[in-house]
């Protein structure tokens, strides 16, 4: 192109002061991150779909799996998780009231509700730590295997037990003695190993002991996998033909009739892939909304210590919020999928 | 500071008690709305079992509310529906082009295993 030249000014040619998003590089940043955070969600929510498609009947129902409140028992369903997804929606709009009083400058206003939504951030983690520990112990019934090879979870009132008299004297116990702690735990450690037999319990130095224990109420148990006799999606068996079959499998003596609560091997909602989703899909939600207290401390440290003030703007607090927003999108998401569909 | 090789678009955002007043407005309208919105989902799920016959109309109205909600909250909260019309594109088109072919793919590869697992079993 020799001898030829083409006139270039700030009209024809970008010069690079104004950004086509007219944003700041940081805010952008942000948003490239939380979509690409966003697709990595959507394909676990989505793995989780698929996997759920193909279980059909046998998926446990939101209502059924998670029906308790902290010091209330059971029989709320989903009041507990709904109770969370308020909790982190109102921490959402505490945030976004940083945010706008920091664009007044008010530095006061960014501290209040930076606070407030740490607040709710700590709620919430709490929140799941009590609703994972209640997963992983599960129910006082369990999942039971019936005579037929059908397995069905059972819901209802489970009677007290009121202590194990022994009948037959073993290395540590004498006939007549009565058993009173950790009776919960005994009989679930013994169902679980097929030391329940005829309404005995039978420990590990020979003792046997009579379990002394309350009438259930209003049992129910709800078909998760066919067998001989009954199949998935059928009326669900209650009364006292559930517990004639429950107590005909939990004291069969034998072992691994029963399964309570929910590790990585087995659980008692139903398949085992439905408790890894659990864990894995609310843990990686809890461990982000983890990381957005921890961040959020760190940035209502800089808002004290007057940095932001210093540079004229509050953007650190927008930035911040920005995640901490996408974090309550995320369980928005979660809790329709894996709570109420 | 001001800088003449560049704009600080960080200082912008900035805005009076008046404007802040009617955000603050906006911001309680949002959260009723979304509250509103969580409350009848949960009294839904509580009291329309799965097996009902409305469960259908009631799983297609759980995801609409849900998206509702989402929209709000990336729109309003996250302040994306104030952002220029060229960002807000780059944000969300990629983003919806992916996440419906993913969803297509699923949804269908989900169909056919469950069939071939019903016919040959497992």
Do not use: C
Not at chain 1, 60 to 89: C, D, K, Q, R, W
């Amino acid at each position: 192109m020799a001898g030829h030249t083409t006139q270039l000014d700030a009209k024809t040619l970008w010069g690079g002061k104004e950004s086509p998003f007219q944003t700041s590089y940081g805010k952008l940043m942000m948003w490239f991150f939380l979509v690409s955070d966003a697709l990595t969600f959507s394909g676990l929510l989505i793995a989780y779909g698929f996997t759920r498609h193909d279980a059909q009947d046998a998926w446990p129902i939101g209502e059924e799996t998670f029906n308790s409140m902290p010091f209330l028992g059971h029989g709320y369903p989903l009041l507990y998780v709904a109770l969370m997804t308020f909790i982190l929606i109102v921490s959402s709009v505490t945030m976004v009231l940083a945010v706008e009083a920091g664009h007044r400058m008010d530095r006061k206003g960014v501290t209040n509700w930076m606070i407030a939504t740490i607040i709710g951030g700590f709620f919430f983690v709490g929140s799941q730590a009590w609703e994972w520990s209640h997963f992983i112990h599960g129910s006082e019934f369990g999942k039971i295997e019936l005579a037929d090879g059908s397995q069905a979870i059972v819901k209802g009132h489970f009677g007290e037990i009121k202590n194990f008299t022994v009948i037959e004297a073993g290395k540590h116990h004498k006939v007549g003695e009565v058993m009173k702690d950790d009776l919960m735990h005994e009989f679930q450690h013994a169902a679980e190993k097929g030391h329940l037999e005829g309404g005995n319990i039978h420990f590990a130095d020979g003792t046997v002991a009579k379990i002394n224990k309350a009438k259930d109420h209003e049992m129910k148990l709800i078909i998760k996998k066919s067998g001989a006799k009954h199949e998935i999606g059928g009326t669900p068996i209650t009364g006292a033909a559930a517990e004639k079959v429950y107590y005909e499998a939990l004291y069969s003596g034998e072992a691994n009739r029963v399964v309570y609560g929910a590790n990585m091997k087995q659980n008692e909602y139903g398949p085992q892939q439905y408790a890894q989703f659990f864990f894995f899909i609310t843990g990686f939600h809890g461990f982000h909304v983890f990381s957005g207290v921890m961040i959020n401390i760190i940035i209502l440290l800089g808002v004290l210590a007057g940095t932001y003030h210093k540079r004229g703007h509050y953007e650190m607090v927008e930035k911040t919020g920005l995640y901490w927003h996408f974090v309550d999108l995320v369980w928005v998401f979660v809790f329709t999928f894996f709570y109420l569909i | 500071m001001e800088r003449d090789d560049l704009i600080e678009y960080s200082l912008h955002t900035h805005h009076d008690e008046a404007k802040g007043k009617s955000i603050r407005k906006k911001i309680l309208k949002v959260t009723i709305l979304l509250t509103v919105i969580t409350t009848v989902e949960v009294f839904i799920g509580a009291f329309i079992k799965q097996s009902n016959d409305l469960w259908a109309f009631v799983k297609w109205s759980f995801i609409i509310m849900t998206l509702v909600k989402a929209a709000y909250i990336v729109m309003v909260f996250m302040h994306l529906g104030d952002e220029k019309k060229a960002l807000r594109n780059v944000i969300l088109i990629p983003y919806a082009i992916f996440i419906a072919y993913l969803i297509f793919i699923g949804l269908w590869e989900a169909a056919e295993v469950s069939s071939a697992l019903k016919s040959f079993g497992f």
